[in-house]
């Protein structure tokens, strides 16, 4: 936990009637300007709660489709990495923030639209045209 | 209480082993999740919400075995995604009980019935059934009409079977508690050998993010819904546990106690949190920074937080580490808690039945039926 977070007193937290949840930013299809180091570690902390893949583009040219799933973030772009699965092989992987010249959100976030609210109002529609067993199914997978 | 003497008597030793050794942080439940696939799609899972490509993968037999020893846990929990899409599971779980370790597999059980007979009853094997309430209710809760009936038929085929099995249950924000108690009665007579509930927890990368309790309003929920306990009715729980979720005894957590492998690594800090992985259980217990979580650190991530991964681990260790949380553990599972208040509740609430539905768009009424 950074230091800049704001945090709870106890007697806050135990008063909490409703817990404030978090607040997903839309950023399928986000392109995010990296001007200076702190561009690319904020937009390297967005891909982490990211719930879909990133593409990486190297400045090697390579570019690489990523699901970020962890990140060693040091004092230097050199002491900092990311790790990530792609979506061929098998192992997980790590790169160096130092390599990224830019990420983009490629990926379909795989909670968008899955609210509770999507979910309630979807029933009372299907309930009101006379459908029987109603409910949502995970994404296809292929 | 629910839960068989050996399985108490292997808990109690490995508590007592760990304090008289002066051991300062040690797992009691290794949360083992070999994949993250699921066949359902609840809106408050935060355990679901990844790419196909990720969803496909899957921990190997040799990995769970190898995290199992490395842990050295007593009990393994196996959550998901859903673990009987494993095609794997059945050798998974008879590699544990060859370890002697005592499992709960947590299944929605919409496979449970079908997948039956490739398993063998043991003490150290509980079919651990997702059951969120009522039939309506649980329906609702998991997004899918139906899903109670199928779980409910394979709960009754797995215990007919001989199997140990328990259902366990979260509860969101707008929960009735005379429908959760009605709830008991209905489980019980299925013939479970006792009941697991949560409170939910606010996962960052759950889809729905409005539904979650704070701990004021949690505390009242689990009040009255286990205030003026019946007899019949078995926990699969430390009694000093539910006793905290009653809001009648404090702890701080320990996220150390119940940690999480999957296929990104050692989850840290806790079953609930992502923030990074260990490459092994050791790196995890050495690099994670714990002072920075739990209620006490002040984290708003876990402000909301009441959940066993968390906070079962210190009753438990507090009712095998003294004559005094024993005889407090042992005495919890006679009490029937008597709460004027919270019966009260009972009695002013509409009478319940086979409400509709759509209830839950309404949940402010529930809740203030709440306050015991």
């Known amino acids: ?142 | 209480m629910a839960i068989p003497i050996s399985q108490v008597g292997t808990v109690a030793a490995y508590v007592l082993k760990k304090k008289l050794a002066g051991v300062k942080r040690y797992p009691l439940v290794l949360m083992l999740e070999p994949l993250f696939r699921c066949s359902l799609a609840c809106a408050g899972c935060g355990k679901v919400q990844y790419p196909p490509h990720i969803l496909k993968k899957q921990l190997t037999p040799e990995e769970c075995f190898a995290a199992v020893e490395e842990c050295g846990a007593p009990m393994v929990s196996i959550p998901g995604g859903e673990p009987l899409l494993h095609p794997q599971i059945v050798e998974i779980v008879n590699g544990l009980i060859a370890r002697k370790k005592y499992i709960y597999l947590c299944t929605n059980a919409l496979e449970l019935k079908k997948k039956l007979p490739e398993f063998t009853p043991s003490k150290y094997l509980t079919f651990s059934v997702h059951l969120d309430g009522q039939r309506e209710h649980h329906d609702f809760s998991v997004c899918r009409e139906g899903g109670y009936d199928i779980a409910t038929e394979g709960i009754r085929e797995a215990v007919q079977r001989g199997f140990r099995v328990t259902t366990n249950a979260t509860f969101f924000d707008g929960t009735d508690p005379n429908s959760v108690r009605a709830f008991f009665d209905e489980v019980m007579g299925m013939g479970v050998e006792g009941i697991i509930l949560s409170p939910g927890y606010s996962y960052d990368k759950a889809p729905d993010q409005h539904h979650f309790m704070g701990r004021a309003r949690v505390r009242r929920l689990f009040r009255a819904i286990l205030s003026n306990r019946k007899p019949t009715w078995k926990f699969n729980m430390s009694p000093l546990f539910l006793e905290f979720l009653m809001g009648e005894r404090n702890y701080e957590c320990v996220p150390w106690g119940m940690p999480t492998y999957n296929i990104f690594g050692w989850q840290k800090p806790c079953y609930l949190l992502q923030e990074g992985y260990a490459e092994s259980f050791k790196e995890l217990l050495e690099t994670t920074e714990w002072k920075d979580y739990g209620v006490a650190s002040g984290n708003p991530k876990c402000a909301n937080c009441m959940v066993s991964c968390g906070y079962e681990t210190p009753a438990i260790i507090e009712g095998f580490g003294s004559w005094k949380g024993f005889l407090a553990m042992a005495r919890g599972n006679f009490k029937k808690y008597p709460n004027a208040d919270a019966m009260k509740i009972y009695n002013d609430a509409a009478p319940h039945g086979s409400a509709e539905l759509v209830q839950i768009e309404q949940p402010e009424r529930a809740l203030e039926e709440t306050n015991a």
Request: net charge negative.
């Open chain 1, 1 to 142: 936990m950074t230091a800049e977070v704001q945090k709870y007193t106890l007697e806050q937290v135990e008063a909490l009637e409703l817990a404030p949840g978090a607040e997903h930013e839309d950023l399928e299809g986000w392109v995010p300007k990296l001007a200076t180091d702190a561009d690319l570690r904020d937009a390297l902390g967005k891909a982490l709660d990211y719930r879909g893949d990133v593409t990486l583009t190297l400045k090697s040219g390579e570019r690489i489709v990523a699901f970020v799933f962890n990140c060693k973030s040091g004092p230097t772009l050199a002491d900092s990495w990311v790790q990530y699965y792609t979506p061929t092989a098998p192992e997980k992987r790590k790169v160096g923030y130092a390599e990224i010249a830019s990420i983009e959100f490629t990926g379909k976030d795989r909670a968008a639209g899955k609210h509770w609210e999507d979910w309630v109002k979807k029933y009372n529609e299907k309930k009101a045209a006379g459908e029987t067993n109603i409910g949502l199914a995970p994404d296809k997978l292929d």
